[in-house]
């Protein structure tokens, strides 16, 4: 059994069934079609679409890049979303963050369609999962942890699972599938008491606190599985995980690495998610 949980194997895993849909979908005459919306040219967004673009390509899914002027304001804006939803060609669209401030992310995330929401942004979207539903679309990063998970062998139902972080963008939603998994699920926040005492009592940890390295052998039951969402730069802007992998190492059963572990699926269930939108929209799932 393996010790080191590898996210490149998953991701190529997740890949190649990409692949094979949208080939299909491609075949039957639509073509696979992602939107990138960014306001402006940080030299972050453009790293991270390129990134978007190269992966898309290489699972057959097009990508329309649209860049609005970083003082663009909020109605213009609005209206741009508006026609993105609109537009049958496109089957899901990615929001660059942060928007500029002169837009307002609690507003603007409720105008993303449900139906073309590949990241989870709306409420709406983060509510279905919330309520337990199945066949939705799912939030990247926590799916990812779940993908990474499974595809080991390991199981979920009735495992003591802590979750560490409790954002509305990895702790609580992957808390809430985990618990549709039928897992029993502890989430940890910066107020929980004792956290190594409660952390040392789980069968799978997961970390997500963006705490670079805090997570020592103390927080962690022998042979526990240990997941390591956090993608942090370290005193010498070196990336590093919330856990210090190297004292963790020894005492854990199995471990993710930063990186190669968790942020190597998330992309991979965002291409994943877009075939989702695209099938859905064509009534084909
Ligand atoms: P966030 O919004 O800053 O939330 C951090 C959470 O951790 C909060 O709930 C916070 O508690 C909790 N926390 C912070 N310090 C803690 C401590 N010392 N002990 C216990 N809990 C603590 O961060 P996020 O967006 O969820 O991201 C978390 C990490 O995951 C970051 O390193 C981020 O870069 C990484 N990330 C990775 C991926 C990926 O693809 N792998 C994707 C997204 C994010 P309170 O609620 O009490 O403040």
């Given at each position: 059994m393996e010790k080191v949980?590898?996210?490149k194997e998953v991701s190529q895993f997740i890949r190649e069934k990409v692949?094979?849909?949208s080939s299909k979908l491609r075949a039957d005459g639509v073509i696979p079609t992602l939107a990138v919306v960014r306001a402006g040219n940080s030299a972050d967004d453009i790293a991270y679409e390129k990134s978007i673009i190269k992966a898309c390509s290489e699972v057959g899914i097009e990508v329309k890049s649209h860049v609005l002027e970083e003082n663009i304001s909020h109605d213009p804006y609005v209206s741009f979303i508006k026609e993105i939803n609109e537009n049958k060609n496109i089957h899901g669209y990615m929001v660059f963050r942060p928007l500029p401030?002169?837009?307002?992310?609690?507003v603007i995330k409720?105008?993303?369609?449900?139906?073309k929401d590949i990241e989870c942004m709306n409420p709406l979207s983060l509510s279905r999962i919330f309520e337990g539903e199945t066949d939705v679309i799912v939030p990247c990063t926590a799916a990812a942890v779940i993908e990474m998970l499974k595809y080991y062998g390991e199981k979920l139902e009735g495992r003591n699972i802590v979750v560490i972080g409790r954002s509305l963008v990895v702790g609580r939603p992957l808390s809430m599938m985990l618990l549709k998994e039928d897992a029993t699920v502890t989430i940890c926040h910066s107020k929980t008491h004792n956290l190594a005492e409660v952390a040392s009592k789980a069968d799978i940890l997961i970390a997500a606190a963006g705490k670079a390295r805090f997570l020592k052998k103390e927080y962690v039951k022998p042979g526990a599985?240990?997941?390591?969402?956090?993608?942090?730069?370290?005193?010498?802007?070196k990336l590093c995980g919330d856990v210090d992998y190297d004292d963790v190492f020894e005492i854990a059963g199995r471990i993710t690495p930063v990186p190669g572990g968790v942020g190597a699926v998330t992309t991979a269930i965002l291409l994943r998610n877009?075939?989702?939108t695209a099938k859905k929209q064509l009534k084909l799932s």
């Amino acid at each position: 059994m393996e010790k080191v949980l590898k996210g490149k194997e998953v991701s190529q895993f997740i890949r190649e069934k990409v692949l094979r849909d949208s080939s299909k979908l491609r075949a039957d005459g639509v073509i696979p079609t992602l939107a990138v919306v960014r306001a402006g040219n940080s030299a972050d967004d453009i790293a991270y679409e390129k990134s978007i673009i190269k992966a898309c390509s290489e699972v057959g899914i097009e990508v329309k890049s649209h860049v609005l002027e970083e003082n663009i304001s909020h109605d213009p804006y609005v209206s741009f979303i508006k026609e993105i939803n609109e537009n049958k060609n496109i089957h899901g669209y990615m929001v660059f963050r942060p928007l500029p401030k002169q837009l307002d992310e609690k507003v603007i995330k409720h105008l993303i369609s449900p139906r073309k929401d590949i990241e989870c942004m709306n409420p709406l979207s983060l509510s279905r999962i919330f309520e337990g539903e199945t066949d939705v679309i799912v939030p990247c990063t926590a799916a990812a942890v779940i993908e990474m998970l499974k595809y080991y062998g390991e199981k979920l139902e009735g495992r003591n699972i802590v979750v560490i972080g409790r954002s509305l963008v990895v702790g609580r939603p992957l808390s809430m599938m985990l618990l549709k998994e039928d897992a029993t699920v502890t989430i940890c926040h910066s107020k929980t008491h004792n956290l190594a005492e409660v952390a040392s009592k789980a069968d799978i940890l997961i970390a997500a606190a963006g705490k670079a390295r805090f997570l020592k052998k103390e927080y962690v039951k022998p042979g526990a599985v240990v997941i390591d969402v956090g993608i942090n730069t370290d005193e010498n802007g070196k990336l590093c995980g919330d856990v210090d992998y190297d004292d963790v190492f020894e005492i854990a059963g199995r471990i993710t690495p930063v990186p190669g572990g968790v942020g190597a699926v998330t992309t991979a269930i965002l291409l994943r998610n877009l075939i989702k939108t695209a099938k859905k929209q064509l009534k084909l799932s």
